[in-house]
C-alpha cells in the first residue's frame, strides 16, 4: 500500500533562516511526488512536482524539493524563510500505474510557522 | 479568473438533513475529485469522475454520493449528515487521469458544520 509520511507536525524557523520540510513516501514501482500549501479555510496550491529527471526541483515562491530514491524523501526546502511562507504543507504521491492511476495521496501536513 | 469553484464556502446542516455541495470548473479538465478533511488530518479522497464514469474509494461511506451532470459541475451530496461529517470539503480537477503538467487544481473548500 501506498503512504506518504511527514514526521514532523510543526517546524518552526526565524525570517531569512534556511527551512526544510520533510517527506518520506512508500509505494511500489515509482511515484510522482508533489508539494502542495494550504493558507488558512482555502484550498490547496501547487508547489511543485517530481516526474523524472533531475532530482533537485524548484517550484513557486523560492521553494525546492530534492527526491532522494534510496532513502525514498522528497523534503521541501527554501535557502530564505518569509513570514508570509508561514502556512500548512502537505506532501503527495500519485501513482502513474495501475488501479489506483491518478490518485493523489497526502501525508498528513506539516504546520510551518516562520517568525520575524 | 477563478478556475475551480466551490459552493458554498461555509454550510450549517442539521444532524441527518440531507446536504449538496457543489464544484464548477472553468478548465474543461476530464477529472474531478471530491476530497474530505478533517482537521489536522490528510485530505482523503471520496470519489472521482473521470468523464462520466464515476470511482468511489473502497472505504467511502455510502453515505457520500457523487453526481457529475455535465464537464463542467459535480456535486457532493451527504444523505445523512452525522456529526462525524463536519470537515472541509476539497474539489479538485485534474486534466487527464496523471496529471502530470500541474497535479490537481483545488477549489477553495466548502467547511460543513453538523449541528
Known amino acids: 500500500a501506498q503512504s506518504v509520511a511527514q514526521p514532523e507536525d510543526q517546524v518552526n524557523v526565524a525570517e531569512g533562516n534556511p527551512l526544510t520540510v520533510k517527506c518520506t513516501y512508500s509505494v511500489s514501482g515509482n511515484p510522482y511526488l508533489f508539494w502542495y500549501v494550504q493558507y488558512p479555510n482555502r484550498g490547496l496550491q501547487f508547489l511543485l512536482k517530481?516526474?523524472?529527471?533531475?532530482?533537485l526541483v524548484k517550484g513557486s515562491y523560492g521553494f525546492e524539493a530534492e527526491f532522494n530514491k534510496s532513502q525514498t524523501s522528497f523534503h521541501l526546502k527554501k535557502p530564505s524563510a518569509l513570514v508570509s511562507d508561514s502556512a500548512l504543507y502537505f506532501c503527495?504521491?500519485?501513482?502513474?500505474?495501475?488501479?489506483?492511476?491518478?490518485?493523489?495521496?497526502f501525508g498528513r501536513g506539516t504546520q510551518l510557522t516562520v517568525w520575524p | 479568473d477563478a478556475m475551480v469553484i466551490q459552493n458554498p464556502r461555509y454550510q450549517v446542516t442539521q444532524f441527518g438533513k440531507p446536504v449538496t455541495l457543489s464544484c464548477s470548473q472553468t478548465?474543461?479538465?476530464?477529472?474531478m475529485y471530491w476530497y474530505q478533511q478533517k482537521s489536522s488530518q490528510a485530505p482523503k479522497l471520496l470519489f472521482h469522475?473521470?468523464?462520466?464514469?464515476?470511482?468511489n474509494e473502497a472505504d467511502t461511506p455510502d453515505n457520500f454520493q457523487s453526481r457529475r451532470p455535465n464537464t463542467s459541475f459535480c456535486f457532493l451530496d451527504i444523505r445523512s449528515p452525522g456529526l462525524g461529517d463536519a470537515a472541509m470539503y476539497l474539489c479538485a480537477t485534474s486534466r487527464d487521469l496523471v496529471g502530470q503538467l500541474d497535479g490537481y487544481t483545488f477549489g477553495s473548500g466548502t467547511r460543513l458544520t453538523v449541528v
Open positions: 469522475y473521470y468523464d462520466k464514469d464515476f470511482n
Open positions: 478548465l474543461n479538465h476530464n477529472v
Open positions: 517530481y516526474i523524472t529527471g533531475d532530482n
Open positions: 503527495a504521491v500519485m501513482l502513474g500505474r495501475g488501479s489506483t492511476l491518478g490518485r493523489l495521496y
